[in-house]
């Protein structure tokens, strides 16, 4: 099939013609020897990126070597580059996700946040490789910003408003509208 059922478009577009596209449908960027899908509208997709079955706002830009896959972003959300978003994970309006994070299923951050590099979400307290696993829910609520390299314990939730310093492991909740590091992260001042 060369054209899409849904909109009638070429199933392969190229990158400008992929901004403007509205289908819900998976049509493909064909860049050199890789072919990149893209659903919706808006997207700036970085190369060779995937972003597979997403439901996503405008103005969504998405740096190279992504992998995300049914998550929800809204509008005009950055991610750079080297990040990995897995399924059901809901990021709100005007975030910007840093190098190198990693977002699995289990996590909804609010607006306005800001995710540092290298920043590890997790969402199983007891691993193991093999039998069940039990993801826990974890919330970073609306303009919180987090510091490069932390690690967020699963079932955690982040206070609105509040900074989570560099390299914190936050293994307990963290209230509003407050200066939280260290490792255990600890509340150290009000903003
Ligand atoms: C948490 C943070 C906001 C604190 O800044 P601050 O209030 O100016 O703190 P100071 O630099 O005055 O440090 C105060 C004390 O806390 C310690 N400290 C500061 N940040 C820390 C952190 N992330 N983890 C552990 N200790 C930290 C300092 O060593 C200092 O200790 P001391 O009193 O024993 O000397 C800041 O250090 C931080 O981590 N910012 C995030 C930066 C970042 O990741 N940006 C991403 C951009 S890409």
């Known amino acids: 099939m060369t054209t899409c059922m ?7 577009l190229t990158k400008e013609e992929a901004l403007e596209m509205s289908c819900s449908g998976t049509h493909f960027i064909e860049d050199g020897m890789t072919l ?3 659903t919706g509208k808006g997207l700036r997709l970085g190369n060779p990126s995937k972003v597979i079955q ?11 070597f992504c992998d ?9 959300t950055k991610i750079k580059r080297f990040v990995e978003i897995q399924e059901n994970v809901e990021i709100g309006k005007f975030c910007k996700i840093m190098s190198f994070v990693f977002i699995p299923t289990g996590v909804r951050i609010g607006n ?5 590099p290298g920043t590890l979400f997790l969402n199983d307290r007891y691993p193991a490789a093999v039998g069940q696993w039990e993801i826990s829910l974890t919330e970073v609520e609306d303009n919180v910003s987090i510091g490069g390299g932390a690690v967020i314990l ?16 936050v293994t ?3 209230p509003p509208s407050v200066i939280a590091y260290g490792n255990p992260c600890k509340v150290v001042r009000p903003i």
């Open 6 to 12: 849904e909109c009638g478009l070429p199933m392969r």
């Open 36 to 38: 990149t899908p893209v």
């Open 54 to 64: 997403c439901e996503y706002g405008k103005g969504v830009e998405i740096g190279n």
């Open 68 to 76: 995300i896959y049914k998550a929800m972003i809204g509008s005009y």
């Open 112 to 116: 306005y946040c800001f995710i540092g």
């Open 154 to 169: 699963p079932g955690v939730k982040i206070g609105k408003g509040s900074l989570i310093g560099a390299g914190s492991v």
């Open 172 to 174: 307990k909740s963290i």
